[in-house]
């Protein structure tokens, strides 16, 4: 089992910067890929960012060059460093990691961009 715990969540002024930090315990040696997910209002859940165990990133289109993903393994930890944000960026946003095919999600923290 893997527990995964968000923070770092707010209000922020369009144009301004959030970074959400996803800490994992458990059976975190297990842990392959991590991630960041979002769910606005009426969609569907998305992907935004993901990184696997090595370092390799990937992005949706609408985060590209605003958006970094990085990850701590010493810290178990999991980081989304947003910038440039914008009011269509407000959603719940899951932390996702993947460990032996099953994924684990967070709770979710809400981060909500005023123009």
């Known amino acids: 089992q893997v527990q995964l715990v968000e923070s770092g969540g707010g209000l922020v002024q369009a144009g301004g910067s959030l970074r959400l930090s996803c800490a994992a315990s458990g059976s975190i040696f297990s842990i392959n890929d991590m991630g960041w997910y979002r769910q606005a209002p009426g969609k569907q859940r998305e992907l935004v960012a993901a990184?696997?165990?090595?370092?390799?990133?990937n992005y949706a289109d609408s985060v590209k060059g605003r958006f970094t993903i990085s990850r701590d393994n010493a810290k178990n930890t999991v980081y989304l460093q947003m910038n440039s944000l914008k009011p269509e960026d407000t959603a719940v946003y899951y932390c996702?990691?993947?460990?032996?095919?099953?994924?684990?999600w967070g709770k979710g923290t809400l981060v909500t961009v005023s123009s």
């Open positions: 990184i696997t165990s090595g370092g390799r990133t």
């Open positions: 996702n990691a993947v460990s032996r095919t099953v994924n684990y």
